[in-house]
């Protein structure tokens, strides 16, 4: 199952084509996105059998994230070793944890607003909650997961490390645009391996970043339970799950973007392109 949102309305995709899923379900699904993912269970039931009437082409430059409002959107910092190491702070014990608010939430394509002259990139596999989570078991948090999208985790350093030794991680990967998500959303069933998908990043055709998530510390599982334990998981919600090495800033010097720069964000088989853009410009 893949679903993404063009014109703000919730579409299934299937090869190179999407269906309108209000449409197609006669309304009893969408087309908001969240009223899919509020429906997840009957909708996917419903899905497998449905017929879907004529598709349009699937574009990925006219996609919203596939879910434009989630109620809750959760980072993990530091989950990925080496990057841990490169960020130069503490091994975290158990899962750190910062909020990105909505506002930040954005597309697979377009432009991504300099608003500092130290925005990094942090390619990111993005997890989407299905069914409200509570209290959830490690082993059977995979259950409670929609899918899977790529997503960036855009920083400003210079806001997210400041004031030093307490650093506000949330407003500065928080910018309009920060959290871009999508094209698809990829149910886990779709992969040979949920817990072991390719992700990267390139800046103008350089590979920066290559890694798996097999390589998290407190892999999507672990980090479902950890925060069910503390407050519920709604359907739509999303964890961004960290970032591998290769950031801008483990390099020495550090190298944030620059305008013009074109970045390449790959989770799985899905890609995002945007091009870095000078905060006068685009006012
Ligand atoms: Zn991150």
């Not at 091994?91 to 608010?101: I, N």
């Not at 004031?163 to 871009?180: E, H, I, V, W």
């Amino acid at each position: 199952m893949r679903i993404a949102v063009v014109a703000s309305r919730a579409k299934i995709v299937r090869g190179t084509e999407a269906f309108d899923i209000a449409e197609a379900s006669g309304g009893r699904f969408g087309p908001d996105a969240l009223d899919v993912y509020d429906k997840w269970e009957a909708f996917t039931a419903w899905a497998e059998s449905a017929e879907l009437g004529p598709g349009v082409p699937f574009r990925p430059e006219d996609c919203d994230s596939p879910v434009p409002a989630p109620r809750q959107i959760f980072g993990i910092g530091l989950n990925y070793r080496a990057h841990q190491i490169e960020s130069g702070l503490p091994a975290p014990a158990e899962p750190l944890v910062f909020g990105k608010f909505v506002t930040s939430v954005a597309g697979p394509v377009g432009d991504l607003v300099l608003f500092t002259d130290q925005v990094d990139w942090e390619v990111e596999a993005a997890v989407v909650i299905g069914r409200y989570a509570r209290n959830v078991d490690e082993g059977e948090a995979w259950a409670y997961v929609a899918g899977i999208t790529a997503a960036q985790d855009y920083s400003a350093r210079d806001v997210q490390m400041r004031p030093a030794g307490t650093p506000q991680f949330s407003l500065g990967k928080s910018f309009p645009g920060y959290t871009p998500l999508g094209p698809a959303l990829v149910s886990p069933d779709e992969f040979k391996d949920p817990d072991d998908i390719a992700l990267s990043c390139s800046i103008n055709g350089r590979l920066v970043q290559s890694s798996t998530t097999a390589d998290m510390i407190f892999p999507v599982g672990e980090i479902i339970a950890y925060l069910s334990s503390i407050l519920p998981l709604l359907p739509g919600d999303v964890i961004l799950t960290g970032t591998p090495s290769g950031v801008g800033l483990g390099m020495t010097p550090p190298g944030y973007l620059k305008a013009g720069d074109q970045i390449t964000t790959v989770v799985g088989d899905q890609t995002q392109h945007h091009t870095a853009v000078d905060v006068a410009v685009a006012a």
